[in-house]
């Protein structure tokens, strides 16, 4: 099982930064592809941002050129900046990994967990 922790969500004016974390933690063995994802009221959960574990980069179209996803991977953790907040970036951002668990002998099925979630809301 592999954990996931979210920081550094809150509320923000709009043109304003904030910047996310997600730490992986338990039996991995190593990790695929970490991403954002968000989740608006009453909308789906949509892709935000993934970065391979050789940091080539996917963004949505929403949040090209204003928002920026790296990764630590000594550290397991994924990180996303925001930069000039709009109100409709509110939403709640759930972070993803997708890993081959150590607890698992090969053939080892590529697996996936999610965080809990944490709540961005930019205010107009």
């Known amino acids: 099982q592999v954990q996931l922790v979210e920081s550094g969500g809150g509320l923000v004016q709009a043109g304003g930064s904030l910047r996310l974390s997600c730490a992986a933690s338990g039996s991995i063995l190593s990790i695929n592809d970490m991403g954002w994802y968000r989740q608006a009221p009453g909308k789906q959960r949509e892709l935000v941002a993934t970065v391979t574990s050789y940091a080539s980069t996917n963004y949505a179209d929403s949040v090209k050129g204003r928002f920026t996803i790296s990764r630590d991977n000594a550290k397991n953790t994924v990180y996303l900046q925001m930069n000039s907040l709009k109100p409709e970036d509110t939403a709640v951002y759930y972070c993803?990994?997708?890993?081959?668990?150590?607890?698992?002998?090969?053939?080892?099925?590529?697996?996936?967990?999610w965080g809990q979630g944490t709540q961005v809301t930019v205010s107009s």
């Open positions: 993803n990994t997708q890993y081959y668990s150590s607890r698992i002998l090969p053939p080892r099925p590529l697996e996936e967990s």
